[in-house]
């Protein structure tokens, strides 16, 4: 087994801050264990950026004890008349499903810093968010509300994904893959859009663009299990076009790939049910 290698996690969590990307699950992971093996005696003042970054991460993926451990450190730094703590505690609300506790934490950072776009965009997409949640089954009026505030807020990558979430639960398909596009742009590195880019492109049966962007979620992230599915599903109706290049090599290496996979699997019916598949 191979050696955790703290620095390059570290370096690791830097390099997603510095990009803005937020891969909440890797960044859990990589930071629930900085913090087990309390390495973060180590990290000196990036102390406080790393627990922010890892609660936020936390509340994401419904971490609530590794999230409230990172808030409860920050707390004993900042007071909670610090705005950006504050904001944390209106995610952890809005997380739990508190939506009046989170509405009355946005409400009260906007009044006491007006001026501050950071919290006025943190207000106006959670208001987005907020409007979800209270029009369930008003779906057009969630996308008003994200539109309008995307037209003002173009770089919140997290509003372009909820308004593409709201879009496919409408099956607006090529409205969906317009705001993967524009996702794609703010966040080059995060093989997550593609991903989702790429199903929306198969659905739509652009089959060369969706092959395309299944190669580049493998270019970033290999061995990905549905991209190499959809990469092997491409290319099987590919085989016979001239539009493609490499499509039957790139076919039998998925399929190689995905049987390699599975080769891990300790469910046998699994790998007998994926090799069957396959091989026809």
Same mark, same amino acid.
């Given at each position: 087994?191979?050696?955790?290698?703290?620095?390059?996690?570290?370096?690791?969590?830097?390099? %997603?801050?510095?990009? +803005?990307?937020?891969?909440?699950?890797?960044?859990?992971?990589?930071?629930?264990?900085?913090?087990?093996? +309390? @390495?973060?005696?180590? !990290?000196?003042?990036?102390?406080?950026?790393?627990?922010?970054?890892?609660?936020?991460? =936390?509340?994401?993926?419904?971490? %609530?004890?590794?999230?409230?451990?990172?808030?409860?450190?920050?707390?004993?730094?900042?007071?909670?008349?610090?705005?950006?703590?504050?904001?944390?505690?209106?995610?952890?609300?809005?997380?739990?499903?508190?939506?009046?506790? =989170?509405?009355?934490?946005?409400? /009260?950072?906007?009044?006491?810093?007006?001026?501050?776009?950071?919290?006025?965009?943190?207000?106006?997409?959670?208001?987005?968010?907020?409007?979800?949640? !209270?029009?369930? +089954?008003?779906?057009?009026?969630?996308?008003? =509300?994200?539109?309008? @505030?995307?037209?003002?807020? *173009?770089?919140? $990558?997290?509003?372009? !994904?909820?308004?593409?979430?709201?879009?496919?639960?409408?099956?607006?398909?090529?409205?969906? #893959?317009?705001?993967?596009?524009?996702?794609?742009?703010?966040?080059?590195?995060?093989?997550?859009?593609?991903?989702? @880019?790429?199903?929306?492109?198969?659905?739509?049966? $652009?089959?060369?663009? #969706?092959?395309?962007?299944?190669?580049?979620? !493998?270019?970033?992230? /290999?061995?990905?299990?549905?991209?190499?599915?959809?990469?092997?599903?491409? #290319?099987?109706?590919?085989?016979?076009?001239?539009?493609?290049?490499?499509?039957?090599?790139? $076919?039998?290496?998925?399929?190689?790939?995905?049987?390699?996979? *599975?080769?891990?699997?300790?469910?046998?019916?699994?790998?007998?049910?994926?090799?069957?598949?396959?091989?026809?």
């Amino acid at each position: 087994m191979n050696k955790f290698d703290h620095l390059k996690a570290v370096e690791e969590l830097q390099t %997603f801050r510095m990009t +803005n990307e937020r891969n909440s699950e890797r960044v859990t992971i990589l930071g629930a264990r900085i913090i087990k093996d +309390n @390495y973060t005696s180590k !990290l000196g003042d990036q102390i406080w950026p790393f627990y922010e970054q890892i609660a936020v991460a =936390a509340l994401d993926v419904q971490d %609530f004890t590794l999230a409230d451990f990172c808030i409860d450190k920050l707390k004993e730094r900042f007071t909670e008349k610090s705005l950006r703590f504050r904001r944390l505690l209106g995610m952890r609300f809005e997380a739990q499903g508190q939506l009046d506790e =989170a509405q009355e934490v946005y409400d /009260t950072i906007l009044q006491e810093d007006d001026t501050n776009m950071v919290n006025k965009k943190t207000k106006t997409k959670q208001k987005s968010i907020l409007i979800k949640y !209270l029009a369930r +089954n008003k779906e057009q009026d969630m996308i008003d =509300a994200l539109t309008k @505030y995307l037209d003002t807020y *173009y770089d919140d $990558h997290e509003a372009w !994904l909820e308004l593409c979430d709201a879009y496919l639960s409408k099956h607006m398909y090529d409205q969906a #893959a317009y705001c993967c596009e524009e996702i794609i742009l703010l966040q080059p590195s995060n093989h997550i859009c593609y991903l989702k @880019y790429a199903e929306i492109l198969y659905t739509l049966n $652009h089959l060369p663009l #969706a092959f395309k962007h299944y190669c580049k979620v !493998l270019e970033l992230c /290999t061995d990905n299990v549905r991209a190499l599915y959809g990469l092997q599903l491409c #290319a099987s109706k590919l085989l016979t076009s001239t539009e493609v290049n490499h499509v039957s090599d790139l $076919h039998a290496l998925a399929t190689e790939r995905l049987l390699q996979v *599975y080769k891990k699997e300790p469910a046998e019916s699994m790998k007998q049910l994926i090799q069957e598949y396959l091989s026809q």
